[in-house]
């Protein structure tokens, strides 16, 4: 394979460690731990994985390992870096015994039940090393929860000898982790399993985990282009760009990249969620700040809009509920009839008020949210054209205040989504010592016999020696929410918090960016150069690091 000449001096970087994990490690546990809500029900469903301690490593003294063998998997949306964690992993379990192996499963979760595998080993990783992707071993969705698949995986775990497998995923990944940790602790067939917190999305959050792998370099990435339509719309000053900004269900990335390029509007769901808006006052409120500029001579701007927009207004997430519950319950029923008849079957199927507002969805809307779910029950938000809905409707509202002589400007809008370009990024220095970092505190819990375990670097916003690692019991992060019509013990997803530092900072400036032309264009990720402008974490990391 061909190599650019950043991949050839890229490959050459050596991630960071924090200290303790820089020579031999021993580990210094907590207090015991509780779930963050539901406690009873957690601790009945996971006896085994429930109430272990938090888990912090310092430096230890050398000592022999026994061999152990390791299975790798990447689930789920790809991540700047995850091909980093792998490699931390292999170097540390090499360092603990070469004769250690690492076996990677094939295309996610799937290539575990399927026993599609390859061992990796250091020649195979020389070409990943600080790249973007998970094309080393691939990535899927298949969600592990029946017992069939545990055992599936058991025989090919037995075959190859391997001691743990490193689950290396987002908030449902981690939760089927620890549902796996749980089925072989309570079998006691002596098979470890540790997570990993991947995903651009930033959602995967708490008290224990500053932020997930991805979302530093997946931001930084979109802001560059956002930058860029920036300079471009204040240079040629006749588009609106409406620009839709993945993340599932947070508007984390919407929110960070605001912080880094002040757009004239930026949406954030939760706050519509909060204050029970409408798609109608959403979008009024958007042509406000158009009719605004026009008026001053700017026929120019740049909206963002959080992907996971759709199921926050209020009226349309209800709906979304149900949809959910009715998929779930006559999926196989509606799949197999025509188009016109999949929108009589659900309007006649839905509670009347849901009926209604499905019923004033534009077509391809409504259609997108009654559309199979991924394996784990979400809505495909990535295939709602939610940029376009809200431009069309603020072009119509603008057309109407026009004959009604409040509005006197031009509007010409430019769609774009930025979700896949910055999934694959080369890792930033921070993500790329992150996930490295990840990689070797997931070695250190599976050779210190952890399980149900995730593996943590904390203290991000200092420098990379003062970083602190360990792993957290991932049943400590679980409540209980619904899921396909059932109730399900899940990890808790991490929503913007409207009374949090960085949605403060945005809301603080919002208007002036509304009204005034302050872009910011951060330029593209810079991995050689000063300290400043090569190793800063993310804006809302920072932000909430500040208490
Ligand atoms: P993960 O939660 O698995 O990290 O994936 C998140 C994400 O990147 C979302 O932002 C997006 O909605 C979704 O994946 C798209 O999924 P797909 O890659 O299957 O199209």
Redesign the pocket.
Known sequence: MEKSDLQIERAKYEPKLPKALQGAVKVKEGEPTQSVDNQEEIKKLFPNTYGMPLVEFVPGEEATQKKMNVGVIL?????PGGHNVICGLFDEIKKLNPENRLYGFLMGPGGLVDHNYIEITADLLKDYRNTGGFDLIGSG?TKLEKEDQFEKGLQIIRKLDIKAIVII?????NTNACVLAEYYAAHKYGVQVIGCP????G??KNDQIET?F?FDTATKTYSEVIGNIERDCNSARKYWHFIKL???SASH?ALECALQTHPNICLISEEIEKNDMTLNQIVEQIAKVVAYRAAQGNNFGVVLVP??LIEFIPAIGRLIQELNDLLAAHGADYRNLDKDAQRKYIISHLSPANAETFATLPDGVARQLSLDR?PHG?V???LIETEKLLSEMVGDLLAKWKKEGKYDGKFAAQHHFF??EG?CAAPSNFDADYCYSLGVSAAQLIANDKTGYMAIVKNLTAKTDEWKAGGVPITMMMNMEKRNGEMKPVIRKALVDLDGKPFKTFAAKRDEWAKNTEYVYPGPIQYWGPSDVCDQPTKTLKLESEK
Do not use: F, W
Request: proline share 0%; hydrophobic share 20%.
């Open positions: 689930s789920g949306g790809q991540a969705r995923g987002g908030d449902d990944s991947k995903t651009i999305d959602d995967l997930s991805g993945m993340g599932r990335i992907e996971g991924d979400n495909q938000v990535s979700g896949y999934r």
